[in-house]
Nanobody, 124 residues
Framework: QVQLVESGGGLVQAGGSLRLSCAAS????????MGWFRQAPGKEREFVAA????????GYADSVKGRFTISRDDAKNTVFLQMDSLKPEDTALYYC?????????????????WGQGTQVTVSS
């Protein structure tokens, strides 16, 4: 069973950038599709980005398309989320998740493995 640990969150001004990392252990990383989700206070968890097992396919929520980039480094068992042009509405707890499905899924129910989250706060 894979374990996931996120890092890289913090406080940043609007327009700034952050790079989140998610380190995996205890499983075959290359066999998992990976996703990032976020949850703001009082709101439901929402899909942010996902990347396929091979890294050849990615998907993004409309709200982050063109600003966020997901990538993976299988040699380091790590998935990244580069976040540029951050906005106050990007403020949330960001979670990394792993799925065993072949296709990318935007549904959180499709990810059986989750990290504890890393907080991202964007000030205006």
């Amino acid at each position: 069973q894979v374990q996931l640990v996120e890092s890289g969150g913090g406080l940043v001004q609007a327009g700034g950038s952050l790079r989140l990392s998610c380190a995996a252990s205890g499983g075959s990383f290359s066999s998992y599709g990976m996703g990032w989700f976020r949850q703001a206070p009082g709101k439901e968890r929402e899909f942010v980005a996902a990347i396929s097992r091979s890294g050849g396919r990615t998907g993004y929520a409309d709200s982050v398309k063109g600003r966020f980039t997901i990538s993976r480094d299988d040699a380091k068992n790590t998935v990244f989320l580069q976040m540029d042009s951050l906005k106050p509405e990007d403020t949330a707890l960001y979670y990394c998740a792993a799925a065993t499905t072949i296709v990318i899924t935007t549904l959180w129910q499709g990810y059986p493995y989750w990290g504890q989250g890393t907080q991202v706060t964007v000030s205006s």
